[in-house]
């Protein structure tokens, strides 16, 4: 229990972290003056977490109480500012944090919910919500329709992510934190492989279609 | 009381099926990926009731720990995309549904606030917020100044049906299923009449206008 | 206690009637429906506050429970659609109200947030919420990129005045009433010479930068 206290804590900033990166390089590039920058990452980082917290009853959200997120935040909004020749070398900085990010923050979102004593269906539909929600935030933001609904499979490996934290959880055939790594593992080189091969779900064009 | 809370049941399921088939037509015409689809058509169908219950403190919100809403929400998909040729030749398939589901969630909506002991004027609000949540935050999220706030009589529908229902929930002239169902026919004819005869809210232009 | 509360509710409903006046000027201005204004003059003026209640736990939010706000709401929109003439006088209306609003909700919400006993952090991001809320959802309704993430010094007024109230709770170098005056009148003093002198905050290009 301490263990996966720990695990679900570190997890959790670390995601923080990395998605707070990828939003505050993505408002730097659109031109938003320091706050704005500060804003979006903030949103990005506890966004997705702040909706799953007021949807499982977690009153008031963590994002909002505890001070670790919001410095995760700023720090990162400093590095991006400061240090953006640093985070522009790794290449395509933004997708590779918000592959990490995605997968960090889909296996701690499952988790969050199921300590809550929610079912597994809460449990994956926040998971994703965790995941996305601050994507999709910034996206909305910044006025445009959110990426995860048109690109390279994204929700659906969060998706994936919760389920096996679900699953694991249900069936009990590792302990949570092992479980918790293999979804995080999943879930991120699944986003990877899918940017990689740019592998897509199916669109449906407006002619006649069959059943997929 | 029994009778009630299966009406109130069927009403929403109900509910959620057509808004979820119109906002997986919309999400169809513009041309997003299968999750892309299946998620606005979740968002549409369950997006007011979830900011609704949030509201009105019914955590977790139905829309997440209640699987009906989900499998409605998914067959809906699933139908939009293998029988769209059976959803076109309904002329104007999204409007209809829409108009369909606007009067359903709004009556729904008043009677969950008013069962959970709030006043009048959440109910009404929420019965409002409950019936056009959904496609607002579809069309948020499809990137366009929310139809409700330009187009024929539309929210207003909502608003007279989720009056009625608080209205017949003071005066108790009707039982409720009777209420439910007279707020029900009246939105929905109202709402489809200002679709056929193009009736509109008034607007204001820019030049001096006189107290209206 | 008493004199505070009194403070405390009549700077709310100033605030709300300022907010709603701005919304609907910007709604009308854009060429909305009846409906379309009021809704868009009720979401400025109680929009951030009912975030800033889903998320310290007071349920249901008091932006739909108390007639006040929905009142004072509807007055706003019947004066800016009525008398626009008088509205317009006011050069730039719109920004004026809106800084005033600024103010009175960034400081009223650092407060209930307080009394709610939440911490200080919860306070001053609350604060900035109950202040920017209202405001970030009419530019995402009327889909725009919010404008307080690019123009002159606006959330971080906010962000000023919510912190002077959370440090005068600590400090208690004055009473609550006193404080609450002072931050009121630093935060709008601080917009209005912002909008006067055009402070910006800074923006970053996209070459390279050194740490701010």
Redesign the interface.
């Known amino acids: 229990m301490e263990r996966l206290h720990f695990l679900y804590n570190f997890l959790d900033l670390a995601g923080t972290f990395v998605f707070a990166i990828s939003g505050a390089a993505a ?11 500060c ?2 990452a903030f949103m990005v980082a506890c966004g997705g977490g ?1 909706i799953r917290d ?4 977690a ?3 963590a994002g ?4 670790h997120y ?1 410095v995760a935040a700023i720090i990162a909004t ?1 590095m991006t ?5 640093l985070v522009q070398r790794l290449n395509q900085p933004v997708i590779f944090f918000d592959a990490l990010g995605l997968s960090l923050f889909a296996v701690t979102g499952a988790q969050k919910s199921l300590a809550y004593g ?2 597994a ?2 449990a994956v ?2 998971g994703i919500t965790t995941a996305v929600g601050g994507g ?1 935030l910034r996206d ?7 990426a ?3 690109k390279e499979i994204y ?2 490996a969060a ?1 994936i992510g919760a389920l096996i934290v679900v699953l694991g959880d249900h069936l009990k055939w590792l302990s949570s934190d092992w479980n918790s790594i293999i979804a995080l593992i999943i879930c991120f080189s699944l986003r990877l492989l899918a940017l990689r091969y740019h592998w ?7 002619e ?5």
Do not use: M
Not at 200 to 206: A, E, M, Q, R, T
């Open positions: 408002a730097k590039q659109r031109g938003l003056d320091l706050f704005g920058i804003a979006i702040i007021l949807c499982i009853g009153i008031p959200p909002l109480t505890n001070w919001l400093g500012i400061g240090l953006y020749p929610h079912n269906e809460v539909l926040l999709v909305i933001l910044l006025n445009r329709v959110p995860i609904l048109e929700a659906s998706l897509n779900l199916p669109v449906y064009s407006n006649k279609t069959e059943q997929n």
